[in-house]
Every structure is written in structure tokens, then in C-alpha cells.
């Protein structure tokens, strides 16, 4: 799977990363939900160190369309609320 954070490129993610990284992105939505600007930072801070993480930096020659797009690390609550969907930002 490809993903993409805003501001910064692609990532080759595997599939079975996708469980630890969906525990994020649900830590992520429940400060968005609660409007906690301080949990909502740690949360962003802790999904897109858990992409770098588990994801491999996708060529930047390559022309491949992202899977998934994530906030770029400086976002704010409102704006990630906007991209969140009934999924999260991470489906499944």
C-alpha cells in the first residue's frame, strides 16, 4: 500500500502494518471527536512516526497514485477533521 503525508512523499506500507497503524489513526480520531488539541498532537505525531516507521520511502521518480493521503505533520485539528472519514484516515 502507498501512502502519502502531505509535505513529505510516499511510503511503501506492508499490509500487516496496517492493524497497528489503524490503533493509531483511532487515537487520532478520538482526541479529533473530543476536540483535544493536546492528545490530537500526539496522536498526529504518533500515526505519521508509525507510517516512517513501518513504511519504506517510495522512489520519488515514481508516478504512482497514493492508496491513502495523510495530514502533513503541522495540521491542525480542524483541518484533519475535515479529511477524516467514517473510517478514520486509515480504512478498515
Do not use: C, K, W, Y
Request: glycine share 8%; aromatic share 2%; charged share 25%.
Amino acid at each position: 500500500m502507498i501512502v502519502r503525508i502531505l509535505g513529505e512523499g510516499q511510503f511503501d506500507v506492508a499490509e500487516h502494518a496496517l492493524d497497528r497503524l489503524n490503533e493509531l489513526d483511532a487515537t487520532l480520531e478520538a482526541a479529533v471527536e473530543a476536540g483535544d488539541e493536546a492528545a490530537f498532537a500526539g496522536a498526529l505525531a504518533a500515526l505519521l512516526d508509525g507510517v516512517r516507521t513501518a513504511g519504506v520511502a517510495h522512489p520519488l521518480d515514481s508516478l504512482d497514485d497514493s492508496d491513502l493521503i495523510l495530514p502533513p505533520s503541522d495540521a491542525t485539528l480542524d483541518q484533519v477533521r475535515q479529511m477524516l472519514t467514517e473510517d478514520g484516515l486509515i480504512p478498515g
